[in-house]
Structures are given as structure tokens and as C-alpha cells.
């Protein structure tokens, strides 16, 4: 009987270890993939605008995070590299009635833009059920900012979600938790007509350019960001 238990015990499927955070297995590598993020300093990043990252945001716990202990002044973390085609992913979750957002194809002219959604379009990061943005169709997590609207995917509050953000050739792919929430072209007369009658008409160069920065939105609530990672196509 005992040998009997001991070969059935034997024969249970071994559990793969998790992935420990901020870091990029040997088959990643070889596919392509880079870390953006080292789990433990902003090197790589800076606040909009600035030479460095202000002590407004700080790392916690492997994530990045605003920092409400920081001081004065605030802005987006940005990417110190531009991107043209690329495959993004990462890791965040939310506080309690919190909002934030991840943004690309950012322009870096602040006598020209004042903030990085003048120019870069937003995959929406949300409390959806707390902040009265969830009340707003496109303004839910996982949506293409205030664009287009996709099915809510979101994990409970306080729960990683995952996020992939694919753009290749004009094609924009939006995926949280694994499901394709958004899928749309860029620039062509369909992408004019909507952000024509968005919020964003009022900004000519939104939504215009093939190349830019990632930033990651300063929107004083606590978020955390983690397993940034990028591959480009």
C-alpha cells in the first residue's frame, strides 16, 4: 500500500515555480524581450519634462509608486527611449477609488505640450467601481482613454492586473488579463473622426505620431506598476 501511495504521490504534476517579479526568463530574452523597470530604482525613467524621476515617485515593494511624501511639484514617469512598433507588458493595481493610466507615443516638448496626454493616447488604469470615471463609458479600465470602450476585465481592487499593449504597423491591441479588450487602426480617417469628437480635439498633434515615450500617469492615487517588459517589432 505504501509503494502504491509513493507512486501516485510520484506521478502528481510538479507546480512551476512563479516568476519572480522584474525579471526575464531565458526564453524572453532570446524572444526579444527587455526589462524597463529593475525592480528596485527609476534608472531607465524620468518625470516629464525633467532630467531625472522626482521624489514623487518612489519604488515599493519591486513596483513603482507615487510617493504622497515626496514634496511639491508632480508629473508622468516617462521612458528615457522612444518606441516605434513594440509589444508592452506589465503588471499594475489600484487603491480604492483610484485612477491613473499608461500612455505612449508621449512627445517630450513642454514649451509645446504641457502634459504627456496631449500627445500620447492612454490605456485606462481605474478603479471602476469607486472613481466616477467608471461611470463614464470610455473611461473604464482597460479602455483606449475616452476612444473606445472595451468589456471589463479588471481584477478586484488591490489585485495585480496584467497588461499587454501591442502596436505594429497602425494596428493597436489593447489586452487585460489576457483578453483583447481594444482593437483599432491608427491614423487613418476612423482614428481622426474619433479623437475629432473627443475630448482630445482641442490638442491638433494627439494621436499623430509613429514613435515616442511610455509614461506611466501621475493622477495623485496610490498605484503601483511592476514586470514592465517591452519587445520591439
Known sequence: MKSILIALVAAL???AAAQTPNTLTKTEKKEGWHLLFDGSTTNG???YGQPSASPRWAVQDGAFTPNPNGG???????????????????EWKIAPGGNSGILFYVQE?????????FTGPEMQVLDNDS???GRIHTHRAGNLYDLIAGPDETKPVGQWN??????????LKLFLNGVNVVT?????DHWRDMVAHSKFKHWPDFGTFHNGKIALQY????????????KSL
Open 13 to 15: 504534476p510538479i507546480a
Open 45 to 47: 525613467w524620468h518625470t
Open 72 to 90: 511639491k511639484g508632480h508629473g508622468d514617469l516617462l521612458t528615457d527611449e522612444k518606441y516605434k512598433d513594440f509589444d508592452l507588458k506589465l
Open 109 to 117: 516638448d513642454t514649451a509645446k505640450y504641457k502634459e504627456t496626454y
Open 131 to 133: 472613481n466616477h470615471d
Open 162 to 171: 496584467q497588461v499587454e499593449i501591442i502596436s505594429k504597423g497602425g494596428t
Open 184 to 188: 483599432t487602426t491608427m491614423w487613418d
Open 219 to 230: 493622477h495623485d492615487f496610490p498605484v503601483w506598476f511592476r514586470n514592465i517588459r517591452i
